[in-house]
């Protein structure tokens, strides 16, 4: 694909509401593999160099909280309807089980971060965030004892409390991301979900007392949604002290809410673009860099490394200046996970990526099988690399 190619393709998706799509790698997943072969798929998972070098690991839980309109009206992400709270003991016992599969594959590696994931994890209670850290301590024995790793929790503002953020911290994790995506009451009541503007300030300021540091997700380009009131959002966030903030526009796409009834009451697409600007010159004059096309951050000075975002820029920073990949190996556990285990061309084993099993009761059943819940692979040919390689600089020279 060439300079004129992109650009072409660039001009005719400006007319598009936006739809995120999350890609692993390249191709998209929906191009991985189903009919997979077992044998071929441990050795690929099980037998690759990454095994000896750093690990950015993912525990993905897939439960949230059932909402009228379902999926908070916009989310397209796999997950599960929370039921009760046997239903994740339940789910946190195969999670170990699914890591002891894998425990000879990271004998000897070192972990370099811990992402969990979902869903909505902080809809664990406060005796199960030991349990994620154990089963993580379980592949990694030295988790935090040599070095502290960065080690983050998702979750949603009205399911913080001081029990919960006490326990959060006491298990090891140092970075909580929050999920709030509106702060305005009753623009967030078009999501269906039941959380306050005071929900998501007395959990940022308890983040703050128990030294866990935070990011901040948020949604512009909201069904009535005025600019003056996308700034006042912002300036309250910025004043709370939050140094990394994502701030993105609306995903209207699929059979979601607001791509089916609520597409006309959502900004134009050129109010959208003008918000996008505003917001990025206000965060600017705040003192924030901007470190992807939604993500900003506050330098600081303190080294936290909980402040250092290596999960994200493991994705987001993944190439050297020549063109070589420089990620580390993205490892998952759990209901939807991805494994990356890229290799150096000069290598005999294939790069290959897999998603687990998006079907909770496949997922189970895998397990209690001692099989590995993948759903779909790839195998890399050498030329997949250099392809994303190549489309990853010719982009980023474009932007």
């Known amino acids: 694909m060439d300079i004129a190619a992109i650009k072409k393709f660039i001009q005719k998706n400006k007319v598009r509401h936006l739809s995120n799509k999350v890609l692993h790698t390249h191709p998209s997943p929906k191009m991985w593999k189903t009919d997979l072969k077992e044998e071929e798929n441990n050795y690929l998972l099980k037998n690759t160099e990454a095994k000896y070098k750093s690990i950015n690991l993912y525990l993905g839980i897939p439960y949230c909280i059932p909402t009228n309109p379902p999926h908070c009206g916009f989310c397209l992400f796999p997950t599960q309807d929370y039921k009760g709270?046997?239903?994740?003991?339940?789910?946190?016992?195969?999670?170990?089980?699914?890591?002891h599969l894998y425990k000879e594959f990271y004998h000897g590696a070192k972990l370099e971060s811990l992402y969990v994931g979902g869903g909505t994890p902080n809809l664990l209670q406060p005796h199960d965030y030991i349990k994620l850290t154990n089963i993580v301590s379980s592949l990694f024995p030295n988790i935090g004892l040599s070095k502290p790793i960065e080690m983050t929790l998702e979750g949603i503002p009205q399911l913080f409390n001081e029990d919960k953020i006490r326990a959060i911290r006491e298990a090891g994790f140092n970075r909580v991301s929050m999920g709030v995506q509106q702060v305005n009451d009753e623009l967030i009541a078009a999501s269906g979900r039941k959380q306050t503007r005071k929900q998501v300030f007395d959990a940022i300021e308890l983040f703050h007392k128990y030294s866990l540091s935070c990011n901040v997700d948020l949604i512009y380009g909201w069904p009535n949604q005025s600019i003056e009131a996308m700034l006042g959002d912002l300036e309250s966030i910025v004043q709370s002290g939050i140094k990394h903030i994502t701030h993105y526009e609306l995903n209207i796409a699929g059979h979601s809410d607001f791509a089916t009834k609520q597409k006309q009451n959502t900004p134009s697409i050129e109010r959208k673009i003008e918000m996008y600007n505003i917001a990025k010159q206000f965060l600017i004059s705040k003192g924030y860099k901007q470190k992807t096309m939604y993500d900003w951050e506050k330098p600081n000075d303190n080294h936290l490394i909980s402040e250092k975002y290596l999960y994200?820029?493991?994705?987001?920073?993944?190439?050297?200046?020549?063109?070589?990949?420089?990620?580390?190996?993205?490892?998952?556990l759990g209901y939807a996970a991805v494994n990356m285990r890229l290799?150096?061309?000069?290598?005999?084993i294939k790069s290959v990526s897999a998603m687990?099993?998006?079907?909770?009761?496949?997922?189970?059943?895998?397990?209690?099988?001692?099989?590995?819940?993948?759903?779909?692979?790839f195998v890399h040919d050498t030329e997949d690399g250099l392809c994303c390689t190549k489309l990853f600089l010719k982009a980023s020279s474009v932007i």
Do not use: V, W
């Open 85 to 99: 709270k046997k239903e994740i003991d339940y789910y946190l016992d195969f999670l170990n089980r699914e890591a």
């Open 312 to 332: 994200e820029d493991n994705l987001r920073d993944c190439l050297h200046e020549n063109g070589q990949s420089k990620m580390t190996t993205m490892s998952g």
């Open 343 to 348: 290799q150096p061309n000069s290598s005999e």
């Open 356 to 377: 687990n099993h998006r079907n909770l009761n496949e997922y189970y059943n895998a397990i209690s099988l001692n099989k590995l819940p993948i759903e779909r692979m």
